[in-house]
């Protein structure tokens, strides 16, 4: 990575209050270029080569940091483990019930204006929408 590339990191993570580990600013990078949706089996299935000394507690650790400091969100949408995801602008998520691979789906900023209205006064930190069918690449498969 560049060097200007690691600046930008460090200040995300400073503009967030955290403290600047070089563990922190592995797995945000790793975030950053791998906007799939990752789960803590795959950051660290991916890390860990690089990076041998790297546990999955730190991984989770670090996660929790992240979550705790609005950089990222955790999302329920596997069975098995709990997703990650860095994009924070209004989305929702298309994940396909054959190849289970998750997709954003961009969403115009004032969808949610309306929802304001209707909250009686609850405080909303996280809005997840969740679409589930079949990928374009599934729905080929099945022709065939």
């Not at 990191?9 to 906007?35: C, F, G, V």
């Not at 990752?38 to 730190?58: F, G, M, N, R, W």
């Not at 989770?60 to 997703?83: D, G």
Request: a positive charge.
């Amino acid at each position: 990575m560049l060097d200007s590339g690691i600046e930008n990191l460090k200040n995300i993570l400073k503009q967030h209050s955290i403290k600047l580990t070089h563990t922190r600013i592995i797995i945000l990078k790793y975030l950053l270029e791998n906007r799939y949706h990752p789960s803590v089996k795959e950051i660290y299935k991916d890390l860990s080569k690089k990076y041998p000394s790297l546990s999955k507690t730190t991984i989770y650790n670090t996660l929790k940091t992240f979550i705790k400091k609005n950089i990222i969100v955790e999302l329920p949408l596997n069975n098995e483990e709990m997703l990650y995801d860095i994009n924070l602008t209004p989305h929702a998520h298309f994940r396909c019930l054959k190849c289970k691979k998750i997709y954003d789906i961009s969403i115009d900023k004032n969808y949610f204006a309306n929802f304001e209205n209707k909250l009686n006064g609850n405080k909303v930190y996280n809005t997840l929408i969740i679409i589930q069918g079949l990928c374009k690449d599934c729905q080929k498969k099945l022709r065939k």
